[in-house]
């Protein structure tokens, strides 16, 4: 079965750093790009970043670029998001993603995991 | 920040035939796919059609995806109570050369 499991959600302060965690098995993790979507609390979805399955393309949407950094390991079949200067704003459900293709660029969503929380809160 | 403009709500009774409108720029819905997810209370999204109007395995032919020029819509026919949910649009956004979201719609089956 293809899934997606996420962790290292949590509680933290604003300023304060976490890393979040995605899992994937049932398909060939290196063979794929990889999302991070987030949705706070009662609103919509935000893509949040992206990366190629070689690590050789990576973006971030504006309102994360030079406090995020997304990575990968393909030996360990996992995805990450580093979180740094953490924000109010920053409170959602975080949603990995697995797109269609091997490369960060124009395709579909196709497997999610079920979304870490992180709430950020003095 | 959402580019992607959809209204916030729809509805119908069972068996009738709703529509989603998706509204963006050249630099995205333009000159790119559109996707549509459905995220159904408490849960994932889903991918219910991709590259504007494919549908993946497993997805009703009751939804049904369509594009034109900045505008994309998606049309739910013969509406069952499964239906309700949210529903995002979604491209990718050359100008900012990452995926953009829409504001996303609620449909209510009444």
């Known amino acids: 079965e293809v899934q997606l499991v996420e962790s290292g959600g949590g509680l933290v302060q604003p300023g304060r750093s976490l890393r979040l965690s995605c899992a994937a098995s049932?398909?060939?993790?290196?063979?794929?790009?990889m999302h991070w979507v987030r949705q706070a609390p009662g609103k919509g979805l935000e893509w949040v970043s992206g990366?190629?399955?070689?690590?050789?393309?990576?973006g971030y949407a504006d309102s994360v670029k030079g406090r995020f950094t997304i990575s990968r390991d393909n030996a360990k079949n996992s995805l990450y998001l580093q979180m740094n200067s953490l924000r109010a704003e920053d409170t959602a459900l975080y949603y990995c993603?697995?797109?269609?293709?091997?490369?960060?660029?124009?395709?579909?969503?196709?497997?999610w995991g079920q979304g870490t929380m992180v709430t950020v809160s003095s | 920040q959402s580019v992607l403009t959809q209204p916030p709500s729809a509805s119908g009774t069972p068996g009738q035939r709703v529509t989603i409108s998706c509204s963006g720029s050249?630099?995205?819905?333009?000159?790119?796919?559109v996707y549509w997810y459905q995220q159904l209370p408490g849960t994932a999204p889903k991918l219910l059609i991709y590259?504007?109007?494919q549908r993946p395995s497993g997805v009703p032919d009751r939804f049904s995806g369509s594009k034109s020029g900045t505008s994309a819509s998606l049309a739910i026919s013969g509406l069952r109570s499964e239906d309700e949910a949210d529903y995002y649009c979604a491209a990718w956004d050359d100008s900012l050369s990452g995926h953009v979201f829409g504001t996303g719609t609620k449909v209510t089956v009444l």
């Open positions: 990366i190629s399955w070689n690590s050789g393309s990576i």
């Open positions: 590259r504007n109007n």
């Open positions: 049932g398909f060939t993790f290196d063979d794929y790009a």
């Open positions: 993603a697995k797109t269609g293709s091997s490369w960060y660029s124009d395709d579909a969503f196709d497997i």
């Open positions: 050249s630099s995205n819905i333009g000159s790119n796919y």
